[in-house]
């Protein structure tokens, strides 16, 4: 045996050891361990193209490039939600424009508006041919990436209905427990409506208050520096393409703002509507 005059070292420098007598008296084996068998760190490969077959709502499948917009990833149609169809896509920080350009309190954040830009790109895949509108939207919870890149899903349901909920969802890691464990989270939910629910809400927009009427009675104006001025002293910090609005008017109930859309450029290529125009 060693000690602390005679380490183990010594030992072993003194005289030959016969290892394999230590464990013959037993039923051994070895066996290969992971180096950090408790890390709980996961190493996602980014793949340029889905490696799954798109399926479309008839069930039929097909390449997915054939009918999937690139910011949407992979679409799934599973047996555990009936009559649900599901998107799958990379969020990735180096990809989405609008993290570096949307800062709250020195944070990048994705605005509401690309969520729902989102959205939108699923609803217009899933029905096509007709129109329809975002309503009852509720925002849960802000997309914030910190250092890691996620998984985020869109999820419609009951697509056969004239009035189908939809949900935005991403998988974060938390500590809990003392380890690493992933959550799927939700940030933004509401309904689309199509076909005569679509009509009845479309014919409200006509009754929206007259732009010049509104500006003619409006007390309180800023220049568009003023209001990013004023934006930035809450926290807001807006890169180039979120700074569009040129001017900004209010009478204490209404806002009526002057926007120039940002020229467009590479990184807001594949958006129907853009989330800066949107935001």
Not at 65 to 76: A, F, I, K, N, T
Not at 191 to 219: F, H
Not at 232 to 249: H, K
Request: aromatic share 12%; net charge negative; hydrophobic share 40%.
């Amino acid at each position: 045996a060693a000690s602390s005059d005679y380490p183990l070292r010594d030992v072993y420098k003194r005289q030959d050891l016969d290892w394999a007598s230590y464990d013959r008296p037993f039923r051994a084996r070895k066996v290969a361990l992971p180096t950090y068998p408790f890390s709980g760190q996961r190493h996602w490969v980014d793949s340029q193209t889905p490696a799954l077959a798109a399926t479309t709502r008839g069930g039929s499948s097909a390449p997915a490039s054939m009918v999937l917009h690139p910011l949407l990833g992979q679409r799934l149609e599973t047996g555990a939600l009936p009559g649900a169809v599901l998107f799958q896509m990379d969020i990735l920080r180096g990809r989405h424009y609008f993290f570096a350009e949307h800062v709250f309190m020195g944070v990048e954040t994705a605005p509401a508006a690309a969520l729902l830009s989102w959205v939108w790109l699923a609803a217009g895949e899933v029905f096509p041919a007709e129109p329809f509108i975002l309503a009852v939207i509720t925002l849960v919870l802000p997309l914030i990436l910190y250092d890691e890149d996620r998984i985020g899903q869109i999820i419609l349901r009951d697509v056969d209905a004239e009035r189908c909920s939809f949900e935005f969802l991403s998988r974060e890691n938390r500590p809990e427990h003392g380890h690493e464990a992933e959550v799927w989270v939700t940030h933004c939910k509401g309904v689309i409506l199509r076909g005569a629910q679509y009509t009845a809400l479309a014919a409200q927009a006509d009754q929206a208050p007259d732009p010049q009427k509104l500006e003619a009675r409006c007390g309180f104006k800023l220049t568009g520096e003023a209001f990013y001025e004023s934006m930035a002293a809450l926290g807001y910090t807006y890169g180039p393409l979120f700074r569009g609005i040129q001017s900004a008017a209010s009478d204490g109930d209404d806002m009526l703002c002057h926007w120039l859309s940002p020229e467009k450029s590479a990184k807001t290529e594949g958006y129907w509507v853009t989330p800066s125009d949107l935001d």
